[in-house]
């Protein structure tokens, strides 16, 4: 079982950058594929960017590749999504999820968070 929550989201002027976090508890944490998704108003959530059990092998959306960077601290239990260069599209309610394998599906994750709101103003 792991439990996850995330912050680190606010306001933020366009081109601006914010760090989200992801907090996870369980001692198994460092099994587990963890991903970044989003969620903007009236749209489906959709993948980010996700991290494998070591940290070897990130993948990206291309909407986000070359602005956000997502790195993890098993020692800590902790995952990260460095977001630079925000725009208004990446308005959202960003989720960290986590799983087996690495999967930009949101069903290959079995754990999410609640969420931390992200918005990018012009």
């Known amino acids: 079982q792991v439990h996850l929550?995330?912050?680190?989201?606010?306001?933020?002027?366009?081109?601006?950058?914010?760090?989200?976090?992801?907090?996870?508890?369980?001692?198994?944490?460092?099994?587990?594929?963890?991903?970044?998704?989003?969620?903007?108003p009236g749209k489906e959530r959709e993948f980010v960017a996700t991290i494998t059990q070591g940290g070897g092998?990130?993948?990206?959306?291309?909407?986000?590749?070359?602005?956000?960077?997502?790195?993890?601290?098993?020692?800590?239990?902790?995952?990260?999504?460095q977001m630079n260069s925000l725009t208004v599209e990446d308005t959202a309610v960003y989720y960290c999820a986590a799983g087996p394998t690495q999967a930009t599906i949101e069903r290959r994750y079995d754990y999410w968070g609640q969420g931390t709101q992200v918005t990018v103003s012009s």
């Open 5 to 40: 929550v995330e912050s680190g989201g606010g306001l933020v002027q366009a081109g601006g950058s914010l760090r989200l976090s992801c907090a996870a508890s369980g001692r198994t944490f460092s099994r587990y594929v963890v991903g970044w998704f989003r969620q903007a």
């Open 57 to 81: 092998i990130r993948y990206y959306a291309d909407s986000v590749k070359g602005r956000f960077t997502i790195s993890r601290d098993n020692a800590e239990n902790m995952v990260y999504l």
